[in-house]
């Protein structure tokens, strides 16, 4: 691939854009585990999260930070676990959280017509702890984690204020925290 300048130097193609909400340390301390445990090691690359979109064009990056950082001046979304979710190949944790789906929709609709399929669905928000398996092995960890959830499920919740967007890109990312929290309404860019 030829560059946009013409000086013969190959042009490096940029991942594309993936936005997620991290968990408070105590969920997803509890959530990675069972990722860990449940999730194909060989796929397993991140810690436990809730995704928001999964791939934006790199074109946007900076349209995007500018949005979070926008988006992060508000007060922190209210935000539960309410069960399981089935995945067909894979289990996840239900979440529950009208601000965050309402934030996704803000940001889609800045990004109209540069949305993937997958991103322009409507927002199901959950925590993927199994992935990439086939059906009957979801069914028989979703019939072993039932019961346990069904119980827990009403008392664990996400606090105030921890849920802060996180964009990820490349191997880069950077924290869009909501205010009220550290460093909240103001960008940063972890180590």
């Known amino acids: 691939m ?11 193609k940029r991942p594309p854009l993936l936005v997620t909400a991290e968990l408070p340390p105590d969920v997803l301390a509890w959530a990675d585990a069972m990722r860990r445990a449940y999730f194909p090691p060989e796929r397993n690359r991140l810690r436990a999260h809730v995704t928001l979109f999964h791939a934006l064009p790199p074109s946007v990056e900076a349209e995007l930070r500018e949005t ?11 935000a539960r676990i309410t069960g399981l979710m089935k995945l067909g190949g894979g289990t996840a944790l239900a979440v529950d959280c009208p601000d965050l789906v309402d934030l996704h929709g803000h940001i889609a609709q800045r990004m109209h017509g540069l949305l993937t399929r997958q991103d322009a669905q409507p927002l199901k928000l959950h925590i993927t702890i199994q992935n990439k398996v086939s059906s009957e092995e979801a069914r028989a960890l979703q019939a072993k984690l ?25 191997g880069r990312s950077a924290a869009f925290r909501f205010a009220g929290e550290r460093g909240g309404g103001s960008c940063e860019s972890p180590g």
Request: glycine fraction near 8%.
């Open 146 to 170: 039932a019961p346990a959830l069904e119980l827990c499920a009403s008392s664990v919740s996400l606090p105030s204020g921890s849920m802060p967007t996180r964009r990820v890109c490349g």
């Open 68 to 78: 979070l950082a926008d988006l992060a001046a508000a007060q922190p979304p209210q």
């Open 2 to 12: 030829i560059s946009p300048t013409g000086d013969g130097a190959p042009a490096v």
